[in-house]
């Protein structure tokens, strides 16, 4: 039902293919092949066991990440997006198969992972300025330099002017905006983001958007992205990792062809429309069917107004 | 007037100020009618003139009825009958007697000679509160924090607190004082016993309440096993642990008086049980009073030192 309402508006055939790449973007993604692999999953399993029983969360995910890449895993609800990024952070242990970055195996969380969360978890204690520096000063950086390589942090966001503040004194947004220097700053080699923007209002999550897409042009950062908006996912991504759930398994990994550099304009270009398109297909058909039951629901709503008042 | 029944609204200050003020002035207006109007309560009558009655005398009180007896005895036999004024029982002074009362307590020698005075009765009370919070807080705090913090650890420790805290403090004191002899020793061990087991259990419930998130970003920030003690869950949880100490500190308190009767009755109960033996029951309202200024007055300052020392603690806000 969902695909013959998506038809309506974008008809298969005056859309492109999302395969089809344009000579600079494809001679783009030939470029980042040939960097080298910073991430790399192999096989890996998840199961997690209740007194109920165990559930098999992850199931043989394979994928890898080259450096300066910027990758977005999207997926339906329970595909364990969440739970994949919090294996590569060390936060939760995997049953099998391995996390590679640049080669060793991850077990536990490690300074060479930075991690942005959904909610906001800046140090309410401490003041801007110093949650940045945390990181450095907890990996042995002294005082001084750690102070001096925070407010150029903090300068690379603009926010330097806030410096001094408690982290309740600033907007979601901006809590989010040092969250994200106050991971960088310890000089990661992988940023991973679980729905960093998921919490904000729809403009403020517009403008930080471009602002992560600015950060990330100026510094030498791989990002794995989990997101459900599948706008954000097509605007930000080079590649999109799309899991399917119960178990969550890899569908597919689309290389996205909207050309860089990336604006607001495009979401609305054929290539931008088409891979959304693709995805709007792959997560519905991946979709539990128990998650997925629209239909049904309609049926059960009676009818509360007027017969006669109809508003469509 | 109708926003002061909104479900977890604030009110106006100038509300507060008022509502304030008047959880006090409430129960001093109340306690006024009782002592000042005659028509209220006043179950006996206070002797002013004996008349020709030879078993009363000036300033005795007796109940209404044996009163009226008296009186219509004497009238029977065409003797002078006895005068007196409604009077409320002896116990229950007047509030003025009471105010009079806090003020001459501190200017009244001490009824023997090496007798303590007032003030160094309260001195030595706030000592004996001071040690056993003190000590109690030295274990009570870290235990806490690493009950909280390890599950493990709370799970080895906490059975066996929550079974101790039903006992009875003042249950130890027989025992405390066979240890410890008759002097402070065992009034200080009674505090602590009082208030160090809810002391290793609320301080364990505060730590497990901090944002596991804020622990997890630390983690992906690289810090590691004592780091994330230090300077994570400790300066995560002290406005919530300030808080609690405030609490327990009140605790503490409620303990004194059990505390002060083991062995030799020392501080603030010695000088009110001393009182109420002589019957100067003002004074015994008075010193009652004292110490709930000086729980109230610590704990107002400490709330106020809060504020200062925690700038980034918003639930302050509302609680104080």
């Known amino acids: 039902m969902r695909e ?28 980042l092949k040939r960097r080298e692999v910073i991430l790399k999953v192999n096989n890996l399993s998840k199961v997690f066991t209740t007194a109920k029983g165990s559930t098999l969360a992850l199931n043989k995910i394979n994928f890898e990440t080259h450096r300066r890449e910027f990758l977005c895993v999207v997926g ?21 198969g391995d996390v590679l970055l640049e080669g060793k195996p991850v ?17 309410p204690w401490l003041t801007v300025k110093k949650n940045v520096m945390f990181g450095l000063e907890v990996n042995g950086k002294g005082h001084h330099e750690a ?27 901006m809590k989010q905006r ?4 106050r991971a960088l700053a310890n000089q990661p080699r992988i940023l991973l983001m679980d729905e960093p923007f998921g919490a904000l209002d729809a403009q403020t999550r517009c403008r930080m958007q471009a602002h992560l897409l600015e950060i990330w042009r100026k510094i030498d950062i791989t990002i794995v992205f989990i997101t459900h908006d599948l706008d954000e996912a097509i605007f930000l991504a080079d590649r999109i990792l799309v899991l399917s759930a119960h178990p969550g398994e890899v569908q597919e990994l689309i290389e996205v062809p909207v050309p860089h550099p990336r604006s607001n304009a495009q979401f609305i270009s054929p290539e931008f429309l088409a891979t959304k398109a693709r995805l709007e297909e792959l997560i519905h058909q991946g979709a539990a069917p128990d998650e997925d039951d629209d239909a049904g629901t309609y049926q059960m709503v009676a009818r509360l107004t007027d017969v006669s008042d109809n508003v469509d | 007037m109708r926003s002061w029944f909104q479900v977890l609204r604030p009110i106006s200050p100038r509300a507060r100020l008022l509502l304030g003020g008047l959880s006090f002035v409430l129960p001093i207006v109340l306690w006024s009618i009782v002592s000042y109007i005659p028509a209220v309560w006043h179950p006996q009558i206070r002797v002013t003139d004996p008349g020709s009655i030879d078993y009363l005398q000036p300033g005795m009180r007796m109940d209404k009825r044996a009163f009226a007896d008296a009186a219509a005895e004497a009238r029977n036999e065409h003797k002078e009958p006895p005068l007196g004024v409604p009077a409320n029982p002896i116990y229950l002074p007047a509030p003025h007697e009471v105010a009079t009362a806090l003020y001459t307590s501190f200017i009244t020698p001490p009824a023997t000679q090496d007798g303590p005075w007032l003030h160094q009765s309260l001195w030595h009370s706030i000592q004996v509160i001071f040690w056993g919070f003190v000590i109690s807080s030295v274990l009570g705090v870290p235990i806490g924090i690493l009950c909280g913090t390890y599950a493990g650890f709370a799970r080895i420790n906490e059975p066996f607190i929550e079974f101790f805290r039903y006992l009875p403090a003042p249950a130890f004191g027989a025992l405390a004082v066979a240890i410890l002899g008759i002097y402070d020793g065992p009034k200080i061990t009674i505090i602590v016993i009082g208030t160090f087991f809810q002391q290793v259990l609320i301080i364990g419930n505060t730590t497990r309440k901090l944002d596991v998130a804020l622990v997890e970003a630390a983690l992906t920030l690289g810090t590691k096993k004592l780091k994330l003690l230090t300077r994570v869950v400790i300066p995560g949880i002290l406005p919530d642990l300030y808080r609690d100490q405030r609490i327990l500190l009140g605790w ?19 000088f009110i049980t001393q009182q109420a033996r002589y019957q100067h029951f003002a004074t015994v309202y008075a010193a009652i009073m004292i110490i709930g200024f000086i729980g ?14 925690f700038p980034w603690d918003l639930t302050l806000d509302k609680s104080a």
């Not at chain 1, 952070?89 to 049953?95: D, I």
């Not at chain 1, 077990?107 to 978890?121: L, N």
Request: with cysteine; glycine share 10%; hydrophobic share 40%.
């Open chain 1, 107 to 123: 077990t536990e969380p490690g300074s060479d992972r930075g991690m942005v969360f959904q909610g906001y978890t800046l140090f």
């Open chain 1, 178 to 181: 040092v969250a994200i220097v």
């Open chain 1, 76 to 96: 339906p609800s329970g595909c364990g997006k969440s739970t994949l990024v919090r294996i590569i952070a060390g936060l939760e242990q995997h049953t099998s």
């Open chain 1, 147 to 173: 102070e001096q390589q925070a407010l150029q942090w903090l300068q690379l966001i603009g926010l330097e002017k806030f410096a001094e503040s408690y982290p309740h004194q600033l907007s979601g947004g």
């Open chain 1, 4 to 31: 013959a309402v998506l038809n309506k508006f974008v008809s298969p055939n005056t859309l492109p293919s999302y395969l089809d790449q344009s000579a600079a973007v494809r001679e783009r993604f030939q470029r």
């Open chain 2, 296 to 309: 109230l007055g610590t704990d107002m300052v400490l709330a106020t030192l809060g504020k200062r020392l």
């Open chain 2, 252 to 270: 503490a308190w409620t303990y004194l008086i059990v505390a002060e009767l083991i062995g030799t009755s020392t501080g603030i109960t010695f």
